[in-house]
Antibody, heavy 122, light 108 residues
Framework: EVQLVESGGGVLRPGGSLRLSCEAS????????MNWVRQAPGKGLEWVSG????????GYADSVKGRFTISRDNAKNSVYLQIDSLRAEDTALYYC???????????????WGKGTTVTVSS | EIVLTQVPGTLSLSPGERATLSCRAS???????LAWYQQQPGQAPRLLIY???TRATGIPDRFGGSGSGTDYTLTISGLEPEDFAVYYC?????????FGQGTKLEIK
């Protein structure tokens, strides 16, 4: 079964850091680009970051540039999102999603995880 | 950066009716790069359509997509109870892969 499982969310203070993980199974991981998409409570989808199959092409939303770092480990079938300098507006459900191609992380996303929740509160 | 605007924000219809959801791009885009997703309450988004009109695997044929240029449409014919959800369009021709703000389809 094709599956993405996110972990690493939690409740943190503003200014804090955390690392989200997404483990893939059921498909050849390095055949696909990967993304993180978030959804603030009661809001729509916001693309956060993406990475192509080998990490050679990476992108970030303007709202997170300089604070978030995406990476992947193909040997572990995993993609990560390092989040630093947390802000209240980073509070959201963070989804890991597979892009349908290997080279362009911004492609449409055909497999989604269930998400991990990040809450930033003082 | 392409901006996608979805209208209406909320659409109230009854089961069995036909739904027409609109997604307008801030500039002309290729039909190759427009996708639609469905998000049911408490669930992750699900890919419905890519390339403007190609249904994803397992998507019933009551879901249809069309459009060109700046105007794109998701049509759901014969609404089923499980179709009442939020729908997002996405442009994926370039980074960032922009989402529209969503249309909530609710039961009238």
């Amino acid at each position: 079964e094709v599956q993405l499982v996110e972990s690493g969310g939690g409740v943190l203070r503003p200014g804090g850091s955390l690392r989200l993980s997404c483990e893939a199974s059921g498909f050849i991981f390095d055949d696909y680009a990967m993304n993180w998409v978030r959804q603030a409570p009661g809001k729509g989808l916001e693309w956060v970051s993406g990475i192509n199959w080998n990490g050679g092409s990476i992108g970030y939303a303007d709202s997170v540039k300089g604070r978030f770092t995406i990476s992947r480990d193909n040997a572990k079938n995993s993609v990560y999102l390092q989040i630093d300098s947390l802000r209240a507006e980073d509070t959201a459900l963070y989804y890991c999603a597979r892009a349908r191609v290997s080279s362009h992380f911004y492609y449409y996303m055909d497999v989604w995880g269930k998400g991990t929740t990040v809450t930033v509160s003082s | 950066e392409i901006v996608l605007t979805q209208v209406p924000g909320t659409l109230s219809l009854s089961p069995g009716e036909r739904a027409t959801l609109s997604c307008r791009a801030s500039q002309s885009i290729s039909i190759t790069y427009l996708a639609w997703y469905q998000q049911q309450p408490g669930q992750a988004p699900r890919l419905l359509i890519y390339g403007t009109s190609t249904r994803a695997t397992g998507i019933p044929d009551r879901f249809g997509g069309s459009g060109s240029g700046t105007d794109y449409t998701l049509t759901i014919s014969g609404l089923e109870p499980e179709d009442f959800a939020v729908y997002y369009c996405q442009y994926y021709g370039d980074s960032p892969g922009t989402f529209g703000q969503g249309t909530k389809l609710e039961i009238k």
